[in-house]
């Protein structure tokens, strides 16, 4: 998003890109976390989290842009006109991308979940191991004095 779109259908397009990229970056997480790849997963967080501030700055943008507007009646017309057409497939768009971005989000919700209950497991398992290869304080008093006496 180097170049900010002015008019409000350029920042609509603007707006189901950034969407799109959100829905590539969590199919691409899903894998990393599936896989327990722990780089991976940093790049998809860092870049789910540069998408999210992206569509901040849009939706004020947006925001901005709309308050500026006059307010217009919208009459309705008896055939919709040809600008008409494209606003219901982007909107058509819209929905089917925050419904695919939902499903995503609950898998990658899921994948998390399994991934944390995995790690309490392997902490529970080092946590057991634990005292079995830790020294003894008294042995390593007994190391350190006799050290210190040579």
Known sequence: MDTVPSQPGDLI???????RDLAQSLEVSQFALARNDAEMIARGAARQA????????????????FE???????EPAADP?????????LEQEFVALAARIRHLVRV????LRHLQRSL??????????APTYAPELALLRAETH????D
Do not use: Y
């Open 120 to 129: 309490a497991i392997v902490g529970h398992i080092v946590e057991s191991c």
């Open 108 to 111: 990658h919700c899921s994948l």
């Open 146 to 149: 006799s050290q210190a006496g």
């Open 68 to 74: 500026q507007r006059p307010l217009r009646t919208h």
């Open 50 to 65: 540069e998408l999210c501030r992206q569509w901040s700055l849009l939706e004020d943008q947006l925001r901005r842009e």
């Open 81 to 89: 006109s040809p600008q008409a057409l494209p606003l219901a497939q």
């Open 13 to 19: 397009a603007m707006r189901l890109l950034l969407l």
